[in-house]
């Protein structure tokens, strides 16, 4: 059974109020001045309702940032291992100075909270899409670690429901939050590059891998981990200890996305926004002397290359135009073909890759109903591009992809990956 949390409903409370005696209802009220948004706290009518689910190392990092923010009351935490769930709790608890955070085993306990404006979401990737989609239908907005999809037709689906049922998604891509990054995508989208050739990516590993099974092991009671759920929609194998952490589970016996979707989907993301968030390339050629090269409808090039980059730091990208080009890398530092590219602007600096600014972003956009940077439709088009160089990959040689029908062309071997089997009750 999973940890429950008892509610008790709004007009059953009113009528247990009312029958106190006078002389209680005579008595003073104190109000805390935090219930009151004074001495710099926020009013509960102005915060954020956030609980968590899958919250393992990433998704730690991700809470801290969270917690950061004076408008987010983090009230419940859901995870199939038993020393997570407690874990979250104690940071959640001691941060609140309380011991309100509720712990469940079942994501679907958690989104049954009316309570809870929004989700954490950092399972592994072989969760994210599912847990993101049921997370919308159950009327909650989420900021969802990546990779955020399996393949190209979650990613189509993902996009589509975030749009249908009005929801705020956020993708863990933080790097179009921090400003170098976004000048240097700010150059190559408005024109300051001249007309734009090349952009690349840094992939950190391209190789094409089948999920595999490990030797069985003896199963844990479920209530320490809950296996069954833990593979959720991937197919079923045997419990192996090895598999708990950073088994991503991707398209469970076919593909596995590797670098090209685990970092791609930072460092096409960005070429993304520097080509205008337009759809994915329509042609991708397997890789040839280190490259991977794919190619817009208008002739730009997305390039995916291990080699050659500026040192810069991790997830570099380079930009390059017909009158000027931009490197930049997570050292927070950026290099340009000539000085006049900064117009006499001071870019800011912030080394490392943090993650507060797009958490911010989110929360900001939960309060407007706005777009936040790394919303749905732009997630959907740069995982198709790297499900697609995938692909390609995996093939070992070109394919054609058709924007308007998402599907590749003339290409049966292609198009049979651009989806998987989902185990019940998770298809989708």
């Known amino acids: 059974m999973s940890d429950t949390v008892t509610q008790v409903p709004r007009r059953a409370f009113l009528k247990s109020a009312l029958s106190v005696t006078g002389t209680a209802m ?95 979401i950092a399972t592994g990737p072989n969760w994210h899409a599912t847990m993101a989609m049921n997370a919308a239908k159950a009327g909650k907005d989420m900021y969802c670690e990546k990779p955020v999809t399996k393949n190209i037709s979650q990613s189509l689906i993902l ?45 950190a590993g391209m190789q094409a891998m089948m999920s595999g099974w490990l030797p069985p092991e003896p199963e844990p009671d479920r209530e320490v981990v809950d296996w069954n759920m833990y593979l959720g929609p991937a197919a079923w194998r045997p419990f192996n200890e090895k598999l708990l952490d950073g088994f991503n589970f991707e398209k469970g016996g076919g593909l596995v996305g590797g670098g090209v979707l685990e970092w791609g989907s930072h460092c096409v993301d960005l070429c993304q926004w520097a080509v205008g968030d337009c759809p994915p390339p329509v042609e991708y050629d397997p890789p040839k002397d280190g490259e991977l090269v794919a190619r817009y409808e208008n002739g730009t090039e997305l390039i995916f290359r291990e080699k050659g980059w500026i040192p810069l730091g991790s997830c570099p990208v380079r930009f390059e135009g017909e009158t000027g080009w931009v490197e930049a890398g997570d050292s927070g530092k950026i290099v340009l073909s000539s000085p006049e590219l900064l117009a006499g602007r001071q870019v800011e600096e912030i080394g490392g890759y943090p993650a507060t600014f797009h958490v911010r972003d989110f929360l900001d956009c939960v309060k407007t109903r706005s777009k936040p940077k790394g919303n749905a439709d732009a997630a959907c088009n740069a995982h198709i591009a790297c499900h697609a160089a995938n692909i390609a990959l ?29 185990r019940e009750p998770w298809r989708l």
């Not at 979250?88 to 509720?102: F, L, R, S, Y």
């Not at 589509?160 to 998604?169: D, P």
């Open 159 to 203: 996009a589509e429901t975030m749009r249908r049922t009005g929801r705020v998604f956020q993708a863990g891509t933080q790097r179009r939050n921090l400003p170098h990054f976004a000048f240097a995508c700010e150059l190559a989208r408005t024109g300051r590059l001249g007309k734009l050739k090349k952009v690349y990516a840094h992939p």
């Open 26 to 120: 005579l008595a003073p009220t104190i109000i805390p001045s935090s219930a009151l948004g004074l001495d710099g706290a926020v009013a509960p009518s102005d915060r954020i309702v956030v609980g968590g689910i899958g919250i393992g190392n990433r998704g730690t990092y991700d809470l801290s940032c969270f917690l950061q923010q004076p408008d987010v009351q983090f009230v419940a935490v859901c995870d199939v291992k038993e020393r997570r769930r407690l874990a979250v709790k104690k940071i959640a608890d001691d941060h609140h100075g309380n011991e309100n955070c509720d712990m469940y085993r079942d994501f679907r306990d958690l989104l049954d909270r009316s309570d809870i404006d929004a989700l954490l």
């Open 394 to 422: 995996a093939l070992d040689r070109q394919v054609k992809f058709d924007n308007t029908t998402h599907t590749f062309i003339d290409d049966e071997q292609a198009n049979r990956l651009r989806s998987e089997a989902l």
